[in-house]
């Protein structure tokens, strides 16, 4: 199983602000495989990339998403309040497919 | 516009079986472009991969939950259907179905229905 790890835990920003998550998977993931969500708060999740850097449909352009192998990053360029949520990455390149554990973007 | 909805009782007594029900509305489940997947989430903490189904029938499931769980399809309603057996009190979560592309990633969700296993 492919464990993703997501980090850091909690990032405390303030709007217009830059944000940066990262992704770090336990062994190589073919970028095809790899998925970002937000999921606010009471919410399901929503797609928000796809095959490591194409931006689900309706998501701003301010998301972006890039990396290989081991290590992704989900870009936020200028933070909105309604950005302030949780994120997860996900594998589905080999199964089980999995989740990291979240970061938490929340208002500084 | 596709849309998902979970259905099927909020408390479940240990050791019985969970049993839920996803409709689809705006879309076809027989699609030959995707898969129907099931995801939970426990209470504060973060997402795992349930199993999924192809609207033939042919489905696979997370190995940690394979012994315990089935998933079916029903295409003449446009639903899937998850049951998950020996339920204990480590089961309670939000539980959401979701479409599922064939390159493996989840979209759209439904809203997520609470199952909590208790006495």
């Known amino acids: 199983e492919i464990v993703l790890t997501q980090s850091p835990g909690t990032l405390s920003l303030s709007p217009g602000e830059r944000a940066t998550l990262s992704c770090r998977a336990s062994?190589?993931?073919?970028?095809?495989?790899l998925a970002w969500y937000q999921q606010r708060p009471g919410q399901a999740p929503r797609l928000l990339i796809y095959?490591?850097?194409s931006r689900a449909t309706g998501i701003p352009d301010r998301f972006s998403g890039s990396g290989s192998g081991t290590d992704f990053t989900l870009t936020i360029s200028r933070l909105e309040p309604e950005d302030f949520a949780v994120y997860y990455c996900?594998?589905?390149?080999?199964?089980?497919?999995?989740f990291g554990q979240g970061t938490k973007v929340e208002i500084k | 516009q596709l849309q998902l909805q979970e259905s099927g009782p909020g408390l479940v007594k240990p050791s019985e079986t969970l049993s839920l029900t996803c409709t689809v509305s705006?879309?076809?489940?027989?699609?030959?472009?995707?898969?129907w997947g099931w995801i939970r989430q426990p209470p504060g903490k973060g997402l795992e991969w349930i199993g999924s189904?192809?609207?033939?029938?042919?489905?696979y499931y997370n190995p940690s939950l394979k012994s315990r769980v089935t998933i079916s399809v029903d295409t003449s309603k446009n639903q899937f259907s998850l049951k998950l057996s020996s339920v204990t009190a480590a089961d309670t979560a939000v539980y959401y179905c979701?479409?599922?592309?064939?390159?493996?990633?989840?979209?759209?969700w439904g809203q997520g229905t609470l199952v909590t296993v208790s006495s």
């Open positions: 979701a479409r599922l592309e064939l390159l493996g990633w989840f979209d759209p």
């Open positions: 705006g879309g076809s489940i027989s699609s030959s472009s995707y898969y």
């Open positions: 189904i192809y609207y033939s029938g042919s489905t």
């Open positions: 062994q190589s993931v073919s970028s095809s495989y």
């Open positions: 095959g490591a850097s």
């Open positions: 996900q594998q589905c390149g080999s199964s089980p497919w999995t």
